[in-house]
């Protein structure tokens, strides 16, 4: 089951190792291009610094999964695959990592590089989890539900207040919310007892929510 970060805040966590300071950020990014941002903007913040190295995931589906990582300039293999590896021995998705390396004057060999490196993020990693800000992602079925503007504000309570995941709501003729759940059976249950029979669910797709 894949993991993932909350929208909108990184996690920074600084490391040293022999006089080097390694700067793991992660943050979550749903698209290769949204990776590409935010390894340019830990560039730009750290422009000093010798070493910009990255690896990102993102797709949740196997058909549309990327996975790149990038050394800059560290011995190949030494620095990207490794955070990458890290990052899916972990199962996250939708997750771009970029480790900033300033020099300490004393050479790490291979080894010494690829433990400093998936060891930065491991560590960003373990602080996120301690902080509870790694969420479980579900593929949940997408339902949609058609009901009147007289009743909607009404059964949209009902609905939030018995758990149910209101993941979009249209206004027309008629509001039409669209519904995320894992047991189908048990909400066409709700809808049919919020709506006295008068509305039924029809298939709207699939989601990856955060829980």
């Given at each position: 089951m894949p ?26 990014v749903?698209?290769?291009a ?10 730009r913040?750290?422009?000093d ?7 990102y ?10 996975e ?7 011995p190949g ?33 291979a ?6 490196y ?17 969420l479980?992602?579900e ?42 759940t ?9 809808v049919a ?15 990856w929510?955060?829980?």
């Open positions: 993991f993932t970060l909350p929208a909108g805040s990184d996690v920074a966590v600084e490391t040293e190792v022999k006089h080097s300071r390694f700067i793991a950020v992660l943050r979550r749903d698209t290769p949204a990776a590409q941002a935010f390894l340019e903007e830990q560039r913040r750290y422009p610094a010798r070493h910009h190295c990255w690896a995931i993102t797709g949740n589906e196997p058909s549309e999964r990327a790149r990582s990038g050394d800059d300039g560290e293999g030494t620095a990207g695959i490794p955070m990458l590896q890290v990052l899916k021995a972990r199962e996250l998705v939708d997750v771009a990592a970029v480790v900033i390396r300033y020099f300490g004057g004393i050479k790490l060999g080894g010494g590089l690829v433990r400093a998936s060891g930065a993020v491991s560590v960003a990693l373990d602080t996120a989890a301690a902080a509870s800000s790694l479980r992602r593929r949940r079925e997408l339902l949609s539900v058609q009901v009147g503007h007289g009743t909607a504000g009404r059964i949209e309570a009902e609905l939030r207040g018995r758990g149910i995941a209101v993941v979009d709501a249209a206004y027309g003729a008629d509001v039409t919310f669209t519904l995320a894992e047991d189908p059976e048990h909400l066409a249950e709700v007892e919020l709506t006295a029979g008068s509305s039924e669910l029809t298939p709207a797709g699939v989601r929510v955060d829980v």
